[in-house]
């Protein structure tokens, strides 16, 4: 069966997915941990805790530890007309104590509030309904005339007063009985979150109740993916009902896992790439190497011409080596989740056709990356720039912490370095069902399992899985990020 492979992997600290394309290539790695509350996509009742005229902004309480942050472009109930509009200002559309229903556009970071919009929108896999933003709008990746044609006439008639849709590519074929029923599952999670507004005192969550799996599939895109495969009975289970639900299929649905206990990114070998995603080099197929390197600022991506691999001479050599890197590069920027302004500093090249070659080729190999990165084009220095719109936390962001001793200045975080030992844990206890493990681990590993709320949820969640409660000693002999087990039975 031709088509994509989700690969859904639950511990009770977090779930990662991964997306292996039907050549066996890693394309996406999303890791949720718990349930995070303020995911882009959330839809809140908040209070507006203050109005800055100075920002023409507000900010609005969603009930985190920092306020969310709406600006005047996103507290209009509609897109601004255009530079002939009536001058407006936030306080024309807010004032402190409101009660607002705002939508997550961007998570909170560390030193800032979420990013928020007045424009809640309801995402389906087919088509995402626009309350309060009236017109039909068809995905730009709809490239044929006749279809978007179709669409528009299929699915206007079905709207109500004030009621908008953008039209996915991947409702292209569909029929009307298809988005019909979509759509009223649509106006039903929408009716759902203003009955619940109308009744609640701000601040309160009103969605987010979506499992990780069907988050990725409606956010990313779900057309490609033929099958998931998941190595928790529950979350198969539940990750059929949403599907069933979103009145959507997968030619091959969803499976469970059957690897005994193994772990499902080793069975189907992308464990080793997973592994690699926060090194700083990555390998180009064919010769050649790209260093990628994180900023506050920018992403900086360098391209190595190594030993070139079957490129030619000269020029020929470089612009193949520029073919192969911005291809990576664009597959680096998904599975890091890299954000904001990228550059890639391609090899000098000579030829007056080879600038242009190597910007399509970025393009191209852009063009099925959900973010809706931008290519700005190349600078006059033979740089190349591109800027990717954030929603999540950059990978390294998750996974590591500074780290002063270390070469590169980071390592895996103290939360992350437990996690990490708990799933050994668990696959020694699965590999071995009658070993009573005890656990070695650092000192800073040792007190983010034991003194923080998830180091200590993760734990009680292993605790229960093994039956009796698991031996966590300190050993500052190991590495920041190494664990040792051993069997209490001696």
């Not at 255009?82 to 560390?110: C, K, M, N, W």
């Not at 609640?200 to 009103?206: I, N, S």
């Not at 197929?285 to 000269?314: C, F, H, K, M």
Request: hydrophobic residues 45%; glycine residues 10%.
């Amino acid at each position: 069966m031709a088509g994509d492979v989700l690969l859904v992997r639950v511990r009770p600290w977090e779930t990662r997915v991964a997306l292996v394309d039907r050549n066996g290539r890693l394309q996406d790695f999303p890791l949720y941990r718990d349930r995070v509350i303020g995911a882009a996509g959330d839809v809140f009742l908040g209070r507006v805790k203050a109005v800055s005229t100075a920002l023409d902004a507000a900010f609005v309480d969603i009930g985190q530890d920092r306020d969310g942050f709406l600006d005047l472009a996103e507290a209009r109930p509609r897109p601004h007309a255009g530079p002939d509009a009536p001058r407006d200002r936030i306080s024309d559309h807010v004032h402190e104590g409101q009660a607002v229903l705002v939508q997550v556009l961007a998570e909170a970071r560390a030193d800032k509030g979420a990013k928020l919009t007045r424009r809640v929108n309801v995402a389906g896999g087919h088509c995402v309904l626009t309350p309060g933003d009236p017109g039909v709008r068809i995905s730009k990746r709809v490239a044929d005339e006749t279809e978007r044609g179709r669409l528009r006439a299929l699915v206007s008639p079905l709207l109500a007063t004030k009621e908008g849709v953008v039209v996915r590519s991947a409702a292209q074929h569909i029929t009307e009985a298809a988005l019909k029923e979509e759509l009223a599952v649509l106006r039903t999670r929408w009716d759902a979150m203003e009955t619940r507004a109308a009744h609640e005192t701000p601040p309160r969550l009103l969605s987010g109740e979506t499992g990780f799996a069907m988050r990725f599939l409606l956010d990313r895109g779900w057309r490609d993916v033929a099958r998931v495969v998941v190595d928790d009975g529950a979350a198969a289970r539940a990750l059929e009902a949403e599907l069933t639900r979103a009145v959507l299929a997968l030619p091959g649905g969803v499976r469970r896992h059957g690897g005994g206990g193994g772990d499902i990114f080793a069975a189907h070998g992308v464990a080793d790439e997973l592994a690699a995603l926060l090194d700083p080099e990555v390998t180009l197929p064919g010769g050649g190497s790209l260093i990628v390197e994180e900023t506050a600022a920018l992403t900086a991506i360098d391209v190595n011409a190594g030993s070139g691999g079957a490129g030619g001479r000269g020029t020929d050599l470089a612009l193949a080596v520029n073919l192969r890197a911005v291809a990576e590069a664009a597959r680096q920027m998904r599975l890091r989740n890299l954000a904001g302004l990228i550059v890639i500093d391609v090899l000098p090249m000579k030829g007056e056709g080879a600038p242009a070659r190597v910007i399509g080729a970025l393009k191209d190999a852009l063009a099925r990356d959900p973010a809706g990165a931008r290519v700005l084009g190349m600078t006059r220095g033979g740089v190349l720039e591109v800027v990717r719109p954030r929603r999540d936390a950059p990978l390294s962001e998750v996974l590591l912490a500074a780290c002063p001793r270390c070469a590169t200045g980071r390592a895996p975080a103290p939360l992350t370095a437990g996690f990490t030992a708990l799933d050994r844990v668990l696959a020694e206890v699965w590999a071995n069902p009658s070993l009573v493990p005890s656990l070695a681990v650092p000192g800073p590993v040792a007190a983010a399992l034991k003194n923080t709320e998830r180091g200590r949820s993760a734990l009680a969640e292993i605790e229960a899985k093994l039956g009796h409660a698991l031996n966590i000693t300190v050993d500052d002999a190991l590495d920041a990020d190494a664990s040792r087990i051993d069997d209490e039975r001696g």
